[in-house]
């Protein structure tokens, strides 16, 4: 059995709403790297961009995952940059079961566009939708645990995902 369950994925995908359900399913505890980032700093996600740039945020994220995943019976949401350094993952890898959530351009476009705390997505959102997808696709290959959640509500998906960890006891 696995210690903990991290989910990954783009931006829009549904980690947050899938990782509580799961959570609250299994017993386990819910966190979120991007909610941890902002209690640390005391910062919104939107400031650390504007004030100190993505790299001291980037920073803070590996640092929140450490803090997170060292721990166990955790459903650990990251956020959908979190994939970018091969240290983040290999530090997802050794603590769970690394889950990757997928949906449709329009799907994200949908669901994002009305959103002003997704610095990366400011201005024009299919655009930077499509671009960054195209570039971030291959990085999130690596979870062992691949699911289309086009066409699944998010129990579901959190059903499946609930699945494959006992089916691995
Ligand atoms: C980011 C995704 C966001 C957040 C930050 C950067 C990214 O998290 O970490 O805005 O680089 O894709 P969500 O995936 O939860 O929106």
């Known amino acids: 059995m696995y210690d903990n369950v991290v989910l990954i994925g783009f931006m829009g995908t549904g980690k947050t709403s899938v990782g509580r359900i799961l959570a609250r399913r299994l017993g386990w505890t819910f966190v979120d790297t991007d909610e941890h980032v902002e209690r640390t700093s005391g910062l919104t996600i939107s400031q650390i961009f504007a004030e100190q740039g993505e790299e001291s945020f980037r920073r ?3 640092q929140a995952l450490k803090e997170l995943l060292a ?8 956020g959908g940059g979190a994939v970018l350094k091969e240290e983040n ?3 997802m890898m050794r603590s769970g079961l690394v889950a990757a ?3 449709k351009e329009s799907v994200i ?3 994002v566009r009305k959103d ?3 610095p990366l997505l400011q201005g024009e959102v299919e655009e930077r939708v499509r671009t ?8 999130y290959e690596f979870a ?3 699911i289309h959640t086009d066409f699944l509500t998010e129990e579901q998906v959190a059903l499946e995902i609930e699945s494959r960890l006992k089916g691995e006891a």
């Open 60 to 62: 803070l994220e590996t």
């Open 71 to 78: 721990h166990r019976d955790r459903v650990v949401s990251t």
């Open 89 to 91: 993952r290999s530090i």
């Open 101 to 103: 959530l997928q949906a």
């Open 109 to 111: 476009v949908e669901r």
């Open 116 to 118: 002003a705390n997704r």
């Open 132 to 139: 960054l997808m195209a570039a971030r696709r291959p990085l």
């Open 144 to 146: 062992p645990l691949q």
